[in-house]
């Protein structure tokens, strides 16, 4: 005990026996003194434990476990495909990482659009190089081959194993001086080799799209049919695009239109979708996207409230791609067979348009979450009925995540580590810095608390010898 301490305690003591209060018992004192020890060395080191693990959290990288099965396979056909994704995307790293990713299972582009990040089927998020980023807010976001090997930016391909580029600056500088894409990713084919960018006019009509292969060649696509703009949805299988056209204003119908590799035109194979009479969205923001197998069309259109003419939900629905019959959408028990679904009806949820995933052949929403959605009557918006299948981050705020190939494809892994990486920094460091203040406000208490009274003078001791 320091000798201020020493000092105030005998203080106390006098002043003690002076009001006639029985003196403290020496195991109470002893114990006392203990307590006061073990809260000297005990505070302290928990702060600075409190402290040495906010910094640690901050640091922390978003490493993961490997995956227990191989990120990509190849199947019959000779196409390489993804064989996990991750079922929980973790924050942004706090200190980004510009290697190549490797196979990526899903790109996710930060909140304020100033960084893109690449999930690999594990979870391990990484930061993709500046280099790779969209170029401006106007240009398409970024998408991802089925293998998760290479990303579409623009023209702009990248290889994600290697960190290379088929594509020279001179050859990019040339498609864009050329052609100008449309606000939507691209669309890979199922083996993905050949990437779909789709373009609108400026000036004289000169094609519809252009088609990127691996080794850097293009082929531009006809215009559909007298330069109208045609609703793009993919690829019906490894040769042949599917578009749909609105013939114009008063019609209620999409007319299908496929086109080949090698062919000068694209064909009316004379299917008619019949769309208006279930979806309530605008015809002029209508987008389309086919099932990975090519055996489902999904139509999404967003619906603005007409008081504030904002944004105030997405309305979609499925149809046979090859003979445009309404398959409508699963039932509440997320039945895979559309004999079960109710025929011609839709669904509508909260979202700004975000391109779908499909999941075991229904689709998926990524508007912020990624969950599946079930069939309810039109016009509730609230209370949708769904399941999250990949838990994304909050400190992505909120942002569309594509997919490989649009599809969450093969065994989900759990990745722990993330999981209670977010856990931690949920609850967490709010109870940490709870703790760090409250240790504060404890000790500068007590010290003011020292000495407990005024000093009082001690009485006067006979020192005069008998």
Same mark, same amino acid.
């Given at each position: 005990?320091s ?10 003591l006098?002043?003690?026996a002076?009001?006639? /209060? ?11 003194g203990?307590?006061r020890?073990?809260r ?8 600075m434990?409190?402290?040495?693990? =906010?910094?640690?959290?901050?640091l ?6 490997r ?8 199947d ?5 495909r993804l ?8 924050k942004?790293?706090?200190i980004?990482?510009t290697?190549?990713p ?10 304020? %659009?100033?960084?893109? #990040?690449a ?13 790779? /980023? ?5 240009e398409?976001?970024?998408s991802?081959?089925? $293998? ?8 702009a391909l990248?290889?994600l194993v290697r ?6 600056p001179?050859a ?6 050329? +052609? ?17 960018i789709?373009?609108?006019?400026q ?16 082929t531009?696509?006809? /215009?559909?049919?007298g330069g109208?703009?045609?609703t793009? *949805?993919?690829? /019906? $299988?490894?040769?042949?695009? #599917?578009a ?12 299908v ?5 090698g062919e ?9 979708i019949?769309?208006?009479? %279930?979806?309530?969205g $605008?015809p ?10 090519g ?5 999404t259109?967003p619906?603005t ?5 904002a944004l105030?939900r997405?309305?979609?629905?499925m149809?046979?791609?090859?003979t ?12 895979v ?6 025929q011609?009806?839709a669904?509508?949820w909260?979202g700004?348009?975000?391109?779908p *995933? ?20 039109r016009g =509730? ?14 400190? #992505? ?5 594509a997919?490989?190939?649009n599809?969450?494809?093969g ?10 990486q977010?856990?931690l ?9 709870l703790v ?5 406000? +404890?000790?500068?208490l ?8 005024p000093?009082?003078?001690l009485?006067?001791i ?5």
């Amino acid at each position: 005990m320091s000798p201020d301490l020493l000092g105030t305690a005998l203080r106390d003591l006098v002043y003690d026996a002076e009001r006639d /209060l029985a003196a403290p018992v020496a195991i109470d004192l002893w114990a006392a003194g203990r307590r006061r020890r073990v809260r000297a060395v005990a505070v302290p080191a928990l702060v600075m434990a409190c402290v040495a693990t =906010l910094v640690a959290l901050t640091l922390w990288p978003a490493g993961a476990p490997r995956a227990s099965v191989p990120a990509v396979q190849v199947d019959d056909g000779g196409t390489a495909r993804l064989t996990a994704y991750p079922d929980v995307i973790a924050k942004p790293p706090s200190i980004p990482t510009t290697a190549a990713p490797g196979v990526t299972a899903a790109l996710v582009p930060s909140g304020d %659009a100033a960084s893109t #990040y690449a999930a690999s089927p594990a979870g391990v998020v990484r930061r993709l190089s500046p280099s790779a /980023l969209p170029r401006s807010f106007f240009e398409p976001a970024p998408s991802l081959s089925p $293998d998760g090997r290479w990303m579409a930016d623009g023209f702009a391909l990248t290889d994600l194993v290697r960190g290379t580029s088929p594509t020279t600056p001179a050859a990019l500088a040339r498609m864009e001086q050329r +052609w100008a894409p449309l606000q939507e990713p691209g669309w890979w084919s199922p083996s993905s080799r050949l990437l779909f960018i789709g373009t609108f006019n400026q000036g004289t009509p000169v094609a519809s799209g252009v088609v990127i292969g691996l080794d850097g060649t293009t082929t531009e696509v006809p /215009l559909v049919e007298g330069g109208l703009q045609a609703t793009f *949805a993919g690829w /019906l $299988d490894d040769r042949t695009l #599917y578009a749909l056209l609105d013939l114009g204003p008063g019609t209620t119908r999409l007319e299908v239109r496929t086109w080949s590799l090698g062919e000068r035109a694209w064909k009316a194979p004379g299917t008619i979708i019949s769309w208006r009479d %279930a979806i309530e969205g $605008d015809p002029e923001m209508l987008h389309a996207l086919l099932s990975p197998d090519g055996q489902r069309l999904l139509l999404t259109a967003p619906v603005t409230n007409p008081d504030s003419d904002a944004l105030d939900r997405t309305d979609a629905m499925m149809f046979d791609p090859r003979t445009g019959a309404q398959l409508g959408m699963p039932s509440a028990d997320g039945s895979v067979d559309p004999s079960t679904w109710d025929q011609g009806s839709a669904v509508s949820w909260q979202g700004w348009g975000c391109r779908p *995933a499909w999941h075991d052949g229904l689709p998926v929403r990524t508007d912020g979450d990624v969950s599946g959605f079930v069939d309810r009557p039109r016009g =509730l918006v609230d209370g949708t009925s769904h399941r999250e299948l990949v838990a994304v981050s909050s400190g #992505y705020g909120g942002a569309c995540v594509a997919f490989a190939g649009n599809e969450l494809r093969g065994t989900p892994v759990t990745n722990h580590l993330a999981v209670w990486q977010e856990r931690l920094f949920a609850w967490g460091v709010p109870l940490l810095l709870l703790v760090v203040l409250g240790c504060g406000v +404890w000790w500068v208490l007590r010290r003011r608390n020292y000495p407990r009274r005024p000093p009082r003078r001690l009485p006067m001791i006979i020192t005069q010898p008998f």
